[in-house]
């Protein structure tokens, strides 16, 4: 079964690049998906299979995977972009979902 | 627009038992498998159970199986929650989730259960 490993806390002055890992193991076999949450509000997929990003969401947010680590990457940030980020996998063998412990990203 | 709206939270004891519901709209329920998400206080995001779009596949976190049952009312556009024997960490923040391509396109904002005595 997957384990995903985040930051607990990511740091970014504005205008800056922050970058949101995401460690697990046999990443080759499935796809990382990557949520936003703020407080009082739902979740909000920012990106899916690894490096899609649905309509609504800023060219800012990418991601990226290579090896065992997958990383959000969110360029130009803003104070608007301070929340809670996680990312998440299925796993096939028992069609899990399984999520990440979540970073927070602390906009200074 | 795609709306989905969780009900049913509350205080419980531990032992008990509850059922949360969730209202969908803004796209045909019966295309797409559903997912319940809790969210205990300060912890992350824990998938919790799924159903395919016509109730005939479900699966379950090994920390509720057996205590909780997923289940679907496509004519009423409706997903369900039954959850039993309850416990304190149970206690969480449970949303509803659109369930597509085994990640999750579309959230509600969640209902609070609390288990206490």
């Known amino acids: 079964s997957y384990v995903l490993t985040q930051p607990p806390s990511v740091s970014v002055a504005p205008g800056k690049t922050a970058r949101i890992t995401c460690g697990g193991n046999?990443?080759?076999?499935?796809?990382v998906h990557w949520y936003q949450q703020k407080p009082g509000q739902a979740p909000v997929l920012v990106i899916y299979?690894?490096?899609d990003r649905p309509s609504g969401i800023p060219e800012r947010f990418s991601g990226s995977k290579s090896g065992n680590t997958a990383t959000l990457t969110i360029s130009r940030v803003e104070a608007g972009d301070e929340a809670d980020y996680s990312c998440?996998?299925?796993?096939?063998?028992?069609?899990?979902?399984?999520f990440g412990g979540g970073t927070k990203l602390t906009v200074l | 627009e795609v709306q989905l709206v969780e009900s049913g939270g509350g205080v419980v004891r531990p032992g008990g038992s509850l059922r949360l519901s969730c209202v969908a709209s803004?796209?045909?329920?019966?295309?797409?498998?559903m997912s319940w998400v809790r969210q205990a206080p300060g912890k992350g995001l824990e998938w919790v159970s799924v159903?395919?779009?016509?109730?005939?596949?479900?699966n379950y976190g090994d920390s509720v199986k057996g205590r909780f049952t997923i289940s679907r009312d496509n004519a009423k556009n409706s997903l369900y929650l039954e959850m039993n024997s309850l416990k304190a960490e149970d206690t969480a923040l449970y949303h509803c989730?659109?369930?597509?391509?085994?990640?999750?396109?579309?959230w509600g904002r969640g209902i609070l259960v609390t288990v206490s005595s």
């Open positions: 989730a659109r369930d597509w391509g085994h990640y999750f396109d579309f």
């Open positions: 998440q996998v299925w796993d096939s063998s028992s069609d899990h979902r399984v």
């Open positions: 299979y690894d490096t």
């Open positions: 046999n990443f080759g076999s499935t796809s």
């Open positions: 803004g796209f045909r329920f019966d295309d797409f498998g």
């Open positions: 159903i395919n779009w016509n109730g005939g596949s479900t």
